[in-house]
């Protein structure tokens, strides 16, 4: 059973506009949520997290944004570049056991010029 | 700079084969993990280590062992190796006292191929 989904395996903007890419996830008992950036034949790095108490955290051009009514987390990445096109995970951190981390199946993004 | 590396970068090995994939850490990591990626499933977690000498087993631990002998190394082994375990193998690291609660660094990726 998937505990993190990224429903949509690719999006495709332009550059300058705004990138939004979501996840939902099934499990109430997380404790924070991270995003990863993973480019081809190298591994993810770390991009941006949140924890379960707040509803939004900012770090430069890009914003997660958590609705936990929802179970709905989204990224936002204003203005997009070319240097963006990657492939994005999101991932939880499930309470109490000790910093693994449930990952979703990737947006792939592709930043156009 | 924080590091994590993999023994290989790209793996062809034959089906039967027993194959061990290595990861290291300069970082003093308590955490470490095996992820195996594949298109339209993401990361899925095969195990992890909170110690030296511990395991755990993670969501997809079927063909698979680990080997942790010192807080900096982790074995992957694929006992008998399948053409369904041809996929990229991610090693990650992680501490409780990061800045960044949860976050993992990760190696480059071992892509394995088993014909």
């Known amino acids: 059973d998937q505990q993190v989904k990224q429903n949509s395996p690719s999006l495709s903007v332009q550059e300058g506009r705004i990138s939004i890419l979501n996840c939902d996830y099934t499990n109430s008992m997380f404790d924070y949520f991270l995003w990863y950036k993973k480019y081809p034949a190298e591994g993810p790095t770390f991009l941006i997290s949140i924890s379960s108490i707040k509803d939004k955290n900012e770090d430069g051009r890009f914003t997660v944004f958590l609705n936990k009514s929802a179970k709905h987390l989204s990224l936002h990445i204003v203005p997009s570049q070319p240097g963006d096109s990657a492939v994005y995970f999101c991932?939880?951190?499930?309470?109490?056991?000790?910093?693994?981390?449930?990952f979703g199946q990737g947006t792939e993004l592709s930043v156009k010029p | 700079d924080v590091k994590v590396t993999q023994s290989s970068r790209y793996l062809v090995k034959r089906t039967g084969e027993k194959v061990f994939l290595e990861c290291v850490q300069d970082?003093?990591?308590?955490?470490m993990f095996w992820y195996r990626q594949d298109p339209g499933l993401g990361l899925r977690l095969i195990y992890f280590s909170y110690d030296v000498k511990m395991k755990e087993k993670g969501d997809i631990p079927e063909g698979y062992s680990v080997s942790r002998e010192k807080k900096e190394r982790f074995s992957l082994i694929l006992e008998s190796a399948s053409t369904n375990q041809t996929s990229m193998y991610l090693c990650?690291?992680?501490?409780?006292?990061?800045?960044?609660?949860?976050?993992?660094?990760f190696g480059p990726g071992t892509r394995l191929t088993v014909t």
């Open positions: 990650a690291s992680s501490s409780p006292g990061l800045a960044v609660p949860y976050e993992q660094y």
């Open positions: 970082m003093d990591h308590e955490n």
């Open positions: 991932a939880a951190s499930p309470y109490n056991q000790g910093g693994k981390l449930i």
